[in-house]
C-alpha cells in the first residue's frame, strides 16, 4: 500500500490504470490495493477525484479483462484442444465447459471481480472456453464498475479504516467462491454424462481450432 501510494502520488492515475488493467490481463498485480489506496488518497490528499479514481479503475478492469478474454480465445482454446489430453481434458470435457460458460459465464466473470485470483484470470477462462464475447462484454464492464463503485467510495469515505474491513469482506467473497466450486464441481462430477449429452445438443459437432 506505502509503495503503491507513493506511485499514485508521483504518476497520479496513471499508476491505477496499469496496475487494474495489468492485473485483469493475467498479470498477479495488486489491483485492489491500486484501488484502496487512489481512494485513500483523494479522501485525504484531496488531489484526486474520487470520481476520476472509480471511472480510471473499471475502465482498465473491463479492458484489462477483454484483452485476456482475446489471448484466452485465441491462445488458451488452442492450448486445450491441443493438449488437454495430457491434462484428462477431453473434447467432451472441454465442449462441456464451453457449454457452463454459455449458461452461467455471465455470473462467473461478475462475481470473479470481487475474488482475488479469480479477478486476474476470469477473462482468459471466458475466452478459452469461447463464451459469447456480448454476454461477456457486459458482465465484465458492470462487475468491473460496481467492484470500482463499492470499494473506491468505501474507501475514500472510510479511509484508513477500510483496510480492516477489507479482509473480512475478500475472506467472505473468497469462502463463497470456494463453496460454490466444491458444490459446482461435486454436481458436474455426478452428473457429467447427463451435461455432456445436453452440450452436445446444444453444441452439436465437433470441435474445432479458430
Known amino acids: 500500500m506505502h509503495l503503491i501510494g507513493h506511485l499514485i502520488h508521483a504518476y497520479g492515475l496513471l ?5 487494474v488493467g495489468l492485473e485483469c490481463v493475467g498479470i498477479p498485480l495488486p489491483g485492489e490495493t491500486a484501488l484502496l489506496a487512489a481512494a485513500i488518497y483523494a479522501g485525504t490528499k484531496h488531489d484526486l477525484n474520487i470520481v476520476s479514481v472509480i471511472l480510471t ?13 482475446v489471448l484466452g480465445h485465441e491462445y488458451g482454446y488452442w492450448l486445450l484442444l491441443r493438449y488437454g489430453n495430457y491434462v484428462r481434458m477431453t473434447k467432451s470435457r472441454i465442449k462441456l465447459g464451453q457449454y457452463l460458460f454459455l449458461r452461467h459465464g455471465g ?5 470473479a471481480q470481487f475474488v482475488p485470483v479469480l479477478r486476474t484470470f476470469a477473462g482468459i477462462f471466458a475466452g ?4 459469447p464475447w456480448r454476454g461477456f462484454l457486459f458482465a465484465n464492464a458492470v462487475g468491473s464498475f ?8 468505501a ?8 483496510e480492516r474491513l477489507e479482509a473480512p469482506l475478500v475472506i467472505f467473497f473468497v469462502l463463497a467462491t470456494v463453496v460454490i466450486f466444491i458444490v459446482g464441481g461435486v ?6 454424462a447427463q451435461l455432456i449429452a445436453e452440450a452436445e445438443r446444444a453444441m452439436p459437432g465437433p470441435l474445432e481450432l479458430p
Open 187 to 192: 454436481f458436474v462430477h455426478r452428473h457429467e
Open 155 to 162: 474507501a475514500y469515505a472510510l479511509g484508513r479504516e477500510f
Open 146 to 153: 460496481i467492484w470500482a463503485v463499492l470499494y473506491g467510495y
Open 15 to 19: 499508476t491505477v490504470a496499469i496496475i
Open 57 to 69: 479503475t473499471a475502465a482498465a478492469a473491463t479492458v484489462g479483462r477483454m484483452i485476456g478474454y
Open 107 to 111: 455470473k462467473i466473470v461478475f462475481f
Open 128 to 131: 478459452a472456453n469461447v463464451m
